[in-house]
T-cell receptor
Framework: DTAVSQTPKYLVTQMGNDKSIKCEQN?????MYWYKQDSKKFLKIMFS???????INETVPNRFSPKSPDKAHLNLHINSLELGDSAVYFC?????????????FGSGTRLTVV | DQQVKQNSPSLSVQEGRISILNCDYT??????FLWYKKYPAEGPTFLIS?????DKNEDGRFTVFLNKSAKHLSLHIVPSQPGDSAVYFC???????????FGDGTTLTVKP
């Protein structure tokens, strides 16, 4: 039973399209995150939600819009996709800030913009 | 402005020996530190953490050491096993910031 599940696992799309990535966690965690792993392998935080409320919004283009319908779900919608958006996107969750047990990550969504 | 650096992109060790992975950070305000392991096509998996009030935390074969004055942490794996071959990320965090900042990873290869 997957703890943090992301769909789709792979996404290939053309420039200018709009796409969404879904994330669900069944751990009862109250905090969820989106991280982006670029070609240099850095994991950079994009957004963080706590109990459906936006807590962290890093310097991310407005084309990226997270939505949290409830504390078990955090979806990521991307408008007008650009080549530079190609990356692996990871969803994660934690109890509180994850001090003692860290984050639980999904397996990632590899987005390729052509 | 890279706040966390893992200066060794890769490390190769023999099975049974010790693996030492290193991580340096710049901001003395970070108050907890974590290590994650990542296999290909999977998300990172939490391994072990340490608070800034400690200098060592041990969990089985994994031990994390924190040197606050040097702003340096390390992960020791002993004995190393082939299944430990993965990318290891250190992460640093500040309670007030509510997020973890990750290093760029070190690829560990444990040879049988």
């Amino acid at each position: 039973d997957t703890a943090v599940s992301q769909t789709p696992k792979y996404l290939v799309t053309q420039m200018g399209n709009d796409k969404s990535i879904k994330c669900e966690q069944n751990l009862g965690h109250d905090t969820m995150y989106w991280y982006k792993q670029d070609s240099k392998k850095f994991l950079k935080i994009m957004f963080s939600y706590n109990n459906k409320e936006l807590i962290i919004n890093e310097t991310v283009p407005n084309r990226f819009s997270p939505k949290s319908p409830d504390k078990a779900h955090l979806n990521l919608h991307i408008n007008s996709l650009e080549l530079g958006d190609s990356a692996v996107y990871f969803c994660a969750s934690s109890r509180g800030q994850g001090r003692n047990y860290g984050y639980t990550f999904g397996s990632g969504t590899r987005l390729t913009v052509v | 402005d890279q706040q966390v650096k893992q200066n060794s992109p890769s490390l190769s060790v023999q099975e049974g020996r010790i693996s030492i992975l290193n991580c340096d950070y710049t901001n003395s305000m970070f108050d907890y530190f974590l290590w994650y392991k990542k296999y290909p096509a999977e998300g990172p998996t939490f391994l072990i953490s340490i608070s800034s009030i400690k200098d060592k935390n041990e969990d089985g074969r994994f031990t994390v050491f924190l040197n606050k004055s040097a702003k340096h942490l390390s992960l020791h794996i002993v004995p190393s096993q082939p299944g430990d071959s993965a990318v290891y990320f250190c992460a640093v965090a500040n309670t007030n910031a509510g997020k973890s900042t990750f290093g760029d990873g070190t690829t560990l290869t444990v040879k049988p």
